[in-house]
C-alpha cells in the first residue's frame, strides 16, 4: 500500500508570492490533516478535512487554506508568503471517521523556503 | 488550552541501559495520549497510544491522569531506538478531528 504522497518536496519562494502543496492520502483515507513544522514551534495543526469539509481548523491567518477534492486528495495554499512561513508542510491521513482522532499517518513533507 | 511538555530535548544512553523519556501534558477534558517517532530519514510514524496498552518495540508508556504525565520506557536501549520522539494529546471521543498537540520533541541517542 502506497504511503501518504506530497509533492513537491522542496520549493523556494520569494515573499508576496503564494504557493499551493498537494497531498495524496492512503488509499481508502478520508481523513485528511496539515500541519506545519519549524525548529521554533515545532508541529503544530493546520487543519483537517473529511469528504470535502473542514472539520478543524487550527490558529493560522486566512492566509493558509485548504480543500480537498472528492477523491480525498488534499491541497493547501498560502498566500502573500512571509519569511515566517519557511517551514516543512506535513500532510497525514487517518482512516478514523468518527470523532477524535485515529493513527495519523504522515507524508515526508514539503519544504517551503520563502526569500 | 492544551499543552504537551517534553522537558528533555536531548537524551543519551548506552546500549542496554533503561531509558524514560517524559511527557507531560495539560488538559482540561479527556486526553488521548500518543508517541510518535521519526527515525533518520523516514516519515513520522506512530510508536504507540495509551488506549491500546501495548508494548511496541519494548517500549511502554503508562498514562498517569494524577501527574498529568505519559512517559515512555524502556528496559534496554538499543541501538536503532536512536530517533526523534514526539508525545502528542488529543481529545478522546470530542471533535478533535485530526488535531493533535505534539511536544517539542526529545532526541535520543543510543551509544554502543
Known amino acids: 500500500k502506497a504511503g501518504v504522497t506530497q509533492t513537491p518536496r522542496y520549493l523556494i519562494k520569494t515573499r508576496g508570492q503564494q504557493v499551493t502543496l498537494s497531498c495524496s492520502p492512503i488509499s481508502g483515507h478520508r481523513s485528511v490533516s496539515w500541519y506545519q513544522q519549524t525548529p521554533g514551534q515545532g508541529l503544530q495543526f493546520l487543519f483537517e478535512?473529511?469528504?470535502?469539509?473542514?472539520?478543524n481548523k487550527g490558529n493560522f491567518p486566512g492566509r493558509f487554506s485548504g480543500r480537498q477534492f472528492s477523491n480525498s486528495r488534499s491541497e493547501m495554499n498560502v498566500s502573500t508568503l512571509e519569511l515566517g512561513d519557511s517551514a516543512l508542510y506535513l500532510c497525514?491521513?487517518?482512516?478514523?471517521?468518527?470523532?477524535?482522532?485515529?493513527?495519523?499517518?504522515f507524508g515526508e513533507g514539503s519544504r517551503l523556503t520563502v526569500l | 488550552a492544551q499543552r504537551v511538555t517534553q522537558p528533555e530535548k536531548l537524551l543519551s544512553v548506552f546500549k542496554g541501559a533503561p531509558v524514560e523519556l517524559k511527557c507531560n501534558y495539560s488538559?482540561?477534558?479527556?486526553?488521548?495520549l500518543f508517541w510518535y517517532v521519526q527515525y533518520s530519514r523516514q516519515r513520522l510514524q506512530l510508536l504507540l497510544r495509551h488506549i491500546s496498552r501495548e508494548s511496541i518495540k519494548g517500549f511502554t508508556a503508562d498514562l498517569n491522569k494524577g501527574e498529568t504525565s505519559f512517559h515512555l520506557k524502556k528496559p534496554f536501549a538499543q541501538e536503532e531506538d536512536s530517533a526523534m520522539y514526539y508525545c502528542?494529546?488529543?481529545?478522546?471521543?470530542?471533535?478533535?478531528?485530526?488535531?493533535?498537540?505534539f511536544g517539542q520533541g526529545t532526541i535520543l541517542t543510543v551509544h554502543p
Open positions: 502528542a494529546l488529543t481529545n478522546a471521543g470530542g471533535t478533535s478531528y485530526g488535531k493533535l498537540t
Open positions: 497525514a491521513s487517518s482512516l478514523r471517521q468518527a470523532k477524535g482522532t485515529g493513527e495519523l499517518f
Open positions: 478535512y473529511f469528504s470535502e469539509t473542514q472539520r
Open positions: 488538559y482540561s477534558g479527556s486526553p488521548e
